[in-house]
């Protein structure tokens, strides 16, 4: 998020009430931003090539239906891996040939519905291959349908997403014995099967092995088309994962960059001849997204400031368990949403969660934070406030989309209301209260 929108948000959440006292955590998504990024993907592909692009948004990192409607009018679809995200995405008007199902434990009745819906599909292994063909011979589909496949490539710095690892749990793994050839056969015994999908993990990857794996995906659909004798396979699925840069406003890499690394390591990728579809989730959102919340008390303890907010692991979950892998900025500002000056200070950020590891950031210089201030947390629109964790029944914030213009004039629309007590109550069992004392 350009950091002059940014700080005129800021300011206006205060002045609209968005944020006070009794309200005090809320997140922000700059809706211009998420435009520009659906603008700089669609050119960067069209860009390198004429043949038709999917860019199907990964929902899970932005499952929320407002997103997902803005994404499909600036014309990406949606790709999905679960009836959850499905449901969103039809709710937003995606339709069915604008999305793709990717899970790896679909069950029969998810893969029922996808094909009598025509949603594309790409199985995650043999296993589910057999469940299709059942399927696909009890009733006509439109569905297009693809195998998904691990080319090994190996890890990027966080292995926990890394998902072309030797012994990753997605897709069928290439280089194991017999696996390339299982998989060729298995595509020369089905005309119905078109597509094949991979995707090389996410924030960590370097580009060059995302390159390596859409490279060796290509390579394996031309031996497919080859052994076929005509092109079987007329479309790649080439996943997500472009990285996102968590240490600064810039947003970098670019879209273009990849396009054009894809363009030289794999030229023939865009030669028209395979129809194209990719999943990015975390470069579409992750930027235009902050969180605010309340600085409620300071304190020192062992001669460490710390500041005790509103935002911590129920928000920001993977950087309060994982923060060497997930390390986020923090801006200060003002009650009334001015950026805070004043001598830096190293001290700790603390969430309102009962657990000691409950900190966004510890020993981190910054003007030292008095009760009331507020505490920005950039670069939290995917995989972050949209992913509630709910320790201590701690409730989801409220969620809005912002426009700022040229004359800091802000417009903010609700994207996602505040969950209530009542909704806390309601989802932990409240009709059930005298279940186990009957
Ligand atoms: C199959 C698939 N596609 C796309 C994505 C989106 O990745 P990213 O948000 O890093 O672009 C993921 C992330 O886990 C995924 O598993």
């Not at 860019?55 to 239906?65: D, E, T």
């Amino acid at each position: 998020m350009a950091s002059h929108r940014r700080d005129h948000a800021v300011r206006a959440a205060v002045a609209h009430g968005l944020l006070t006292p009794d309200r005090p955590v809320v997140a922000l998504l700059d809706t211009a931003g998420i435009r520009a990024s659906a603008t700089a993907l669609t050119r960067a592909f069209a860009a390198v090539t004429d043949a038709p692009v999917l860019h199907a948004f990964a929902v899970k990192a932005a499952p929320l239906v407002p997103v997902l409607r803005l994404l499909h009018t600036a014309g990406l679809g949606a790709e999905v891996a679960s009836p959850g995200e499905l449901a969103l995405a039809r709710a937003a008007g995606v339709p069915p040939a604008r999305t793709v199902l990717d899970s790896p434990a679909k069950t029969p009745a998810e893969l029922r519905e996808a094909l009598a819906l025509g949603i594309a599909v790409n199985a995650d292994n043999l296993q589910e291959l057999a469940r299709l063909d059942a399927l696909v011979a009890s009733a006509p589909t439109t569905s297009p349908l693809g195998l998904r496949v691990n080319p090994q490539v190996g890890a990027g710095s966080i292995g926990a997403l890394s998902t072309a690892t030797a012994t990753s749990k997605f897709g069928v793994a290439l280089r194991d014995e017999g696996a390339r050839e299982a998989v060729v056969q298995a595509f020369l015994d089905r005309p119905w099967l078109t597509r094949l999908h991979t995707h090389t993990g996410s924030q960590g990857v370097p580009l060059a092995l995302m390159a390596e794996a859409v490279r060796e995906v290509h390579a394996l659909a031309e031996e497919i088309n080859a052994r076929a004798g005509r092109q079987r396979i007329d479309t790649l699925d080439i996943g997500g994962g472009l990285p996102v840069d968590f240490t600064s406003d810039e947003e970098t890499p670019a879209y273009a960059a990849y396009a054009r690394l894809l363009a030289d390591t794999t030229p023939a990728l865009f030669d028209g001849r395979y129809r194209l579809v990719t999943e990015f989730g975390r470069s579409l959102l992750a930027k235009h997204g902050t969180i605010l919340a309340r600085v409620e008390y300071t304190k020192t303890s062992g001669g460490r400031p710390i500041a005790v907010t509103h935002a911590g692991v129920q928000l920001a979950t993977r950087t309060v368990y994982a923060p060497e892998s997930w390390p986020l900025r923090v801006l200060a500002y003002d009650a009334g949403g001015r950026p805070r000056d004043g001598e830096p200070v190293v001290q700790d950020v603390a969430g309102p969660a009962c657990f000691a590891g409950d900190l966004l950031a510890t020993g981190r210089a910054l003007p030292l934070l008095r009760p009331g201030d507020i505490v920005a947390v950039p670069d939290t629109g995917a995989y972050y406030f949209a992913h509630h964790y709910a320790y201590n029944s701690l409730p989801r914030p409220g969620i809005h989309g912002f426009t700022a213009d040229d004359d800091g004039t802000v417009t903010f629309a609700t994207v996602r209301e505040p969950q209530t007590l009542t909704e806390i109550v309601a989802e932990s069992g409240g009709a059930h209260a005298d279940a186990l004392v009957r």
